[in-house]
């Protein structure tokens, strides 16, 4: 069983930054594609970013340049850097996890992202 803890999220104002830090425990982590998404009150769930097991990575188009993504798999964690950031950030935050040649997929709790204005 693949668990995925997220942490870093809470109140920051507009333009400023957080890192946001999914553990994961479980599985093989260097052999899972990661990704982080996120949902806003009354939306769906978005994708943020993902980054593939060989570090490849891809990013929503309303993030790019501002957002990073990033793996350490010595440390079993993906993180997402965020900064320069927007009122329509805040939500919340899920990390997931793509595991095995069946893809299935895992997911953190959640971590609230507040921006005020």
């Known amino acids: 069983q693949v668990q995925l803890v997220e942490s870093g999220g809470g109140l920051v104002q507009s333009g400023g930054s957080l890192r946001l830090s999914c553990a994961a425990s479980?599985?093989?982590?260097?052999?899972?594609?990661m990704g982080w998404y996120r949902q806003a009150p009354g939306k769906q769930r978005e994708l943020v970013a993902t980054i593939t097991s060989g570090g490849s990575t891809n990013y929503a188009d309303s993030v790019k340049g501002r957002f990073t993504i990033s793996r350490d798999n010595a440390k079993n964690t993906v993180y997402l850097q965020m900064n320069s950031l927007k009122p329509e950030d805040t939500a919340v935050y899920y990390c997931n996890a793509v595991v095995g040649i069946l893809s299935f997929l895992f997911w953190g709790q959640g971590t609230q992202v507040t921006v005020s204005s």
């Open positions: 479980g599985s093989i982590f260097s052999r899972n594609d």
